[in-house]
């Protein structure tokens, strides 16, 4: 903010020039995470990366009290894998995960209402220790195709009769 030349400033208050910055040589893709190609790659255990992922955790806790969980299913590993599904899904669309994300991944494995018997013996083995283990993750996430993860909560639970046609095998 200037001042008016009338009122005294001491030293250390003047305005001192600016730094010139040099200008900045080329860049090039040298790190062992940069991709050196002009496409992300896709496909079955390459991930879904997208911004604010971890925040699908915190969503996961809030349908903690209306889970329909059957003896041997452990919570941490209910919450865990339907939040990186979650997130596989708004990274899917670009965004952050949202409630909706949630919704979906919890209604898919029938996880909010008793869902089909065959359905929860096949989500008891796919969920199992899912929060402890890295390979167990990514083969939960990669069970749901691309065209599934685009449908709505609401159409995913309209065809959850036919729940095997909505994962992989």
Not at 111 to 123: N, S
Request: aromatic residues 8%; negative net charge.
């Amino acid at each position: 903010m200037t001042q008016p030349s009338f009122v005294p400033i001491t030293e250390a208050d003047v305005v001192r020039p600016a730094r010139e910055l040099s200008v900045p040589t080329s860049w090039t893709a040298n790190r062992p995470a940069d991709l050196r190609i002009p496409y992300r790659p896709r496909g079955v255990g390459h991930g879904s990366p997208g911004p604010d992922q971890g925040f699908a955790l915190r969503l996961a806790k809030r349908f903690a009290d209306r889970l329909h969980l059957t003896p041997g299913e452990n919570v941490e590993d209910v919450e865990v894998g339907v939040a990186l599904l979650a997130a596989r899904r708004a990274a899917l669309f670009g965004r952050a995960p949202c409630i909706y994300d949630l919704d979906f991944a919890y209604t898919l494995w029938g996880f909010l209402f008793d869902g089909p018997e065959d359905l929860v013996a096949r989500r008891k083995a796919v969920f199992a220790s899912a929060s402890h283990d890295y390979v167990v993750q990514r083969e939960l996430v990669d069970l749901v195709p691309e065209d599934t993860l685009r449908l709505s909560a609401s159409d995913v639970e309209a065809r959850l009769g036919e729940w095997r046609s909505l994962l992989r095998d």
